[in-house]
């Protein structure tokens, strides 16, 4: 029985896929909810103040720096977030730039090919998420912010498009860390 209890813990979790019942005889490891049940780890230890907000950027920025320098091309799912923003920008749609935004950083740290690298920022994103939208939609002048966010995803884009993968990590630490910079106490 705690065998079993096990297993439907983890078939709860999305790590393992079986029928309708869980059994003990043919239980499948599956990888399909990987990254929503760690998303769901993260942001429930981000919930209940055991990951500091800080602790997430920093993550953040290491990591999300590391796989810019894997990067050779720009990715046309990160291209296309950048149309997104940019009609966001003149539609001054906080909610459409911030979905963008997560599909830019997203793509691009996958685009090296590190599937981790991928993952772990597919995580970290969905755990800040929160904190990127109710601050675009706090802002005062928030189409200026958006506009200012967009020139920076371009330099960024066009750092890696030039191959100075170098200079675009140094681009996304100083944006990501910009942006949060004083909310991360």
Do not use: C, W
């Not at 998303?39 to 800080?54: D, E, F, I, Y």
Request: hydrophobic letters at 50%; charged letters at 20%; glycine letters at 8%.
């Amino acid at each position: 029985s705690t065998v079993r209890e096990a297993l439907r813990v983890l078939q709860a979790q999305g790590l393992l896929t079986g029928a309708d019942t869980t059994s003990t005889a043919r239980p499948r490891v599956t990888h399909e909810h990987t990254a929503d049940s760690a998303a769901t780890a993260l942001s429930t230890a981000l919930q209940v103040g055991a990951v500091p907000l800080g602790d997430l950027v920093e993550l953040r920025v290491l990591l999300e720096a590391a796989a810019l320098r894997t990067v050779v091309a720009v990715p046309n799912g990160a291209r296309a977030a950048i149309e997104r923003m940019r009609v966001a920008t003149l539609a001054d749609d906080s909610v459409a730039f911030h979905d963008a935004d997560v599909d830019f950083h997203v793509a691009l740290a996958g685009a090296g090919g590190n599937k981790a690298f991928g993952l772990v920022m597919t995580v970290l994103r969905d755990s800040i998420a929160g904190y990127l939208l109710s601050e675009l939609d706090s802002r005062e002048n928030s189409a200026a912010t958006l506009g200012a966010l967009l020139a920076e995803h371009e330099g960024i884009a066009d750092a890696i498009e030039r191959g100075a993968v170098d200079e675009a990590a140094v681009l996304v630490e100083r944006h990501v860390r910009g942006f949060y910079e004083g909310r991360t106490q």
